[in-house]
């Protein structure tokens, strides 16, 4: 069974750009979290699809996050416009129901200078 | 608000020295408590879900323990390839926010052979 895909593993961008993050869940699974690591800080919840909906993005920080679930299937955070304090690990994890192991992928790591 | 702290920040151990993590929480309905462990560039990887107090789960080295305000794990006899961070997390679920995951800050383990 192929896992939680994100892509870019790494990116770089300078204050002010756009940045789209894909995460690729795995097949089936109709819930499907984002969450971020800042510097020195604990993993924290962005948000919370289930299938195509919205069912929960209250850890959102504001309206420069933009975040989509095309067709329930892969799911687009779009950041525009960057700022420094973006910057960190952005995870994306999957699961068939909640409650359970979900199952992380290996992040996107944001730089933003 | 719902908070999750882990004990040490930072653990060395020698191979084959058993010791125990803490992860001591207060949240409001509680569904289930996580551990996880994570390597370095890699997303959390699971281990065990608890679900209420005097459960016990185990897996090789490992033993997760949950009382009512607090989890361990327990490490018997590590070995170096056990060395990872060591994240607890616990869920919750109520209103629209459910499967919503709120964790500590992760305790760094490292065994030397």
């Known amino acids: 069974e192929a896992g939680v895909t994100q892509f870019p593993s790494h990116s770089v961008i300078e204050k002010g750009q756009t940045v789209t993050l894909r995460c690729d869940p795995i097949s089936g699974h109709d819930n499907l979290y984002w969450y971020r690591r800042v510097m020195g800080k604990e993993i924290k919840f962005l948000l919370h699809f289930v299938k195509e909906s919205k069912q929960d993005e209250s850890g959102m920080p504001n309206n420069r996050f933009l975040a989509e679930r095309t067709g329930g299937t892969y799911s687009t955070l779009k950041v525009q416009p960057a700022e420094l304090e973006d910057s960190g690990v952005y995870f994306c994890?999957?699961?068939?129901?909640w409650g359970y192991g979900y199952t992380f992928g290996s992040g996107t790591r944001l730089t933003v200078v | 608000e719902d908070q999750v702290t882990q004990s040490p920040e930072a653990l060395r151990l020698q191979e084959g020295e058993s010791s125990s993590l803490n992860c001591s929480y207060t949240v409001s309905g509680l569904r289930g408590l996580f551990w996880y462990r994570q390597d370095p560039g890699k997303g959390p990887e699971f281990l065990f879900t608890?679900?209420?107090a005097g459960e016990e789960k185990e897996k090789e080295r490992l033993k997760a323990t949950l009382t009512k305000k607090e989890s361990f794990l327990h490490i018997t006899a590590p070995k170096p390839e056990d060395s990872a961070t060591y994240l607890c997390?616990?869920?919750?679920?109520?209103?629209?926010?459910?499967?919503?995951?709120?964790f500590g800050q992760g305790t760094i383990l490292t065994v030397h052979p």
């Open positions: 608890l679900y209420s």
């Open positions: 997390a616990v869920y919750h679920a109520g209103g629209t926010s459910y499967g919503k995951l709120t």
């Open positions: 994890a999957s699961s068939q129901n």
